[in-house]
């Protein structure tokens, strides 16, 4: 019985065997290692390997209540709770103080400069970036139409080229038009030399003379308008008064639209008007006439692009009347091949 009594007492002073085995806490503490004393690493570590650790913690005895965490808290911790409504993100406001300027702004010369570098190499320098600076003179030429035409009878031809040469805001325009038949005489032929100057950002006014060659020599005064409309109208318009008192005029309007980079289509549309019926050149009051076409043209090179297209004639109230009794057809259809250049 006593030996009975001696093993229960045994089996129960080791509560890791009990409670949570391979966990239990030595009942006594290691004891501390002598100063100087080499550690045993390696045979520590076989030891580890051989036989069980008995540094075993018994999580029984421990209180885990005070680990638990407060889920209100842990909402505030996690930002989840947090608010962003009191928190000022927007653009952050200076206060920017509003002053008029000192008084001596502005009471120093004009060209202080000139102090420093003096008057003359401050002047050679103001010239030569007003020249870089849009002050530069430019010739410009461009044959806009130079075609051959297709047509019921003769067949014909028609050149209308125009350049300038001048800057930005002034400039020397010359413009010259003309058409006829193979093997006749020319129908008609002009040429035009004008002042242009810069009168908003995309048109000019142009004043000056105009003579014509044929039919008959005939000199007129120039006052038009010249330039780019909004949605990229070209647009050309101006009258003309002869020195015989003949009040004409003519609008020109032409648009490129371009199919690629390089093939454009451009309709183009011209009226003509008199403020009198000029019997000699066969111009007829009022709305004397209209041509309306379509060129199709394609760019080789930015400055030379042959093109094809249609052009269609009409003459205008009297007018008509005036190329019947000459024997010329108040409707004409044209076949037109040619090319434009510019350099």
Same mark, same amino acid.
């Given at each position: 019985?006593?030996?009975?009594?001696?093993?229960?007492?045994? +089996?129960?002073?080791?509560?890791?065997?009990?409670?949570?085995?391979?966990?239990?806490?030595?009942?006594?503490?290691?004891?501390?290692?002598?100063?100087?004393?080499?550690?045993?690493? #390696?045979?520590?570590?076989?030891?580890?390997?051989?036989?069980?650790?008995? /540094?075993?913690?018994?999580?029984?005895?421990?209180?885990?209540?005070?680990?638990?965490?407060? %889920? +209100?808290?842990?909402?505030?911790?996690?930002?989840?709770?947090?608010?962003?409504?009191? /928190?000022?993100?927007?653009?952050?406001?200076?206060?920017?103080?509003? *002053?008029?300027? %000192?008084?001596?702004?502005?009471?120093?010369?004009?060209?202080?400069?000139?102090?420093?570098?003096?008057?003359?190499?401050?002047?050679?320098?103001?010239?030569?970036?007003?020249?870089?600076?849009?002050?530069?003179?430019?010739?410009?030429?461009?044959?806009?139409?130079?075609?051959?035409?297709?047509? #019921?009878? $003769?067949?014909?031809?028609?050149?209308?080229?125009? &350049?300038?040469?001048?800057?930005?805001?002034?400039?020397?325009?010359?413009?010259?038009?003309?058409?006829? +038949?193979?093997?006749?005489?020319?129908?008609?032929?002009?040429?035009?030399?004008?002042?242009?100057? $810069?009168?908003?950002?995309?048109?000019?006014?142009?004043?000056?003379?105009?003579?014509?060659?044929?039919?008959?020599?005939?000199?007129?005064?120039?006052?038009?308008?010249?330039?780019?409309?909004?949605?990229?109208?070209? *647009?050309?318009?101006?009258?003309?008064?002869?020195?015989?008192?003949?009040?004409?005029?003519?609008?020109?309007?032409?648009?490129?639209?371009?199919?690629?980079?390089?093939?454009?289509?451009?309709?183009?549309?011209?009226?003509?008007?008199?403020?009198?019926?000029?019997?000699?050149?066969?111009?007829?009051?009022?709305?004397?006439?209209?041509? $309306?076409?379509?060129?199709?043209?394609?760019?080789?090179?930015?400055?030379?692009?042959?093109?094809?297209?249609?052009?269609?004639?009409?003459?205008? &109230?009297? +007018?008509?009347?005036?190329?019947?009794?000459?024997?010329?057809?108040?409707?004409?259809?044209?076949? *037109?091949?040619?090319?434009?250049?510019?350099?």
């Amino acid at each position: 019985m006593k030996y009975l009594i001696a093993l229960i007492l045994a +089996s129960t002073a080791t509560p890791a065997l009990a409670q949570h085995q391979g966990h239990s806490m030595p009942t006594t503490p290691p004891e501390p290692q002598a100063e100087g004393q080499p550690d045993d690493i #390696d045979g520590a570590e076989a030891d580890d390997q051989d036989q069980p650790s008995t /540094m075993l913690m018994d999580h029984s005895k421990m209180d885990h209540s005070g680990m638990e965490e407060d %889920p +209100s808290t842990a909402a505030q911790d996690t930002g989840e709770a947090m608010d962003h409504a009191a /928190m000022g993100h927007g653009p952050m406001e200076m206060d920017i103080p509003s *002053v008029p300027p %000192p008084a001596a702004a502005g009471s120093g010369p004009p060209r202080a400069a000139d102090a420093i570098w003096g008057a003359d190499a401050m002047r050679e320098s103001r010239e030569q970036l007003r020249d870089e600076q849009g002050g530069q003179n430019f010739f410009w030429f461009q044959g806009d139409r130079v075609e051959y035409r297709a047509r #019921d009878g $003769a067949d014909g031809y028609l050149f209308d080229v125009q &350049g300038y040469y001048g800057g930005d805001l002034d400039k020397f325009w010359f413009k010259s038009e003309g058409e006829g +038949s193979f093997g006749e005489e020319i129908e008609s032929a002009e040429i035009q030399a004008l002042y242009s100057r $810069a009168i908003a950002p995309f048109f000019d006014l142009q004043a000056g003379v105009r003579q014509d060659l044929a039919p008959i020599d005939r000199t007129y005064a120039v006052v038009g308008i010249q330039g780019l409309a909004p949605y990229l109208f070209e *647009v050309d318009a101006a009258a003309f008064l002869s020195d015989r008192g003949d009040l004409t005029a003519r609008v020109e309007v032409e648009l490129d639209q371009r199919i690629t980079q390089r093939l454009i289509v451009q309709p183009r549309v011209e009226a003509s008007f008199s403020a009198q019926d000029v019997p000699e050149l066969g111009i007829g009051a009022g709305l004397d006439s209209v041509e $309306a076409g379509l060129r199709l043209r394609y760019e080789l090179a930015r400055e030379f692009a042959p093109y094809i297209g249609i052009d269609q004639e009409w003459k205008i &109230g009297q +007018s008509v009347d005036f190329a019947r009794a000459a024997g010329e057809d108040p409707s004409v259809t044209n076949y *037109v091949v040619g090319i434009r250049f510019w350099f």
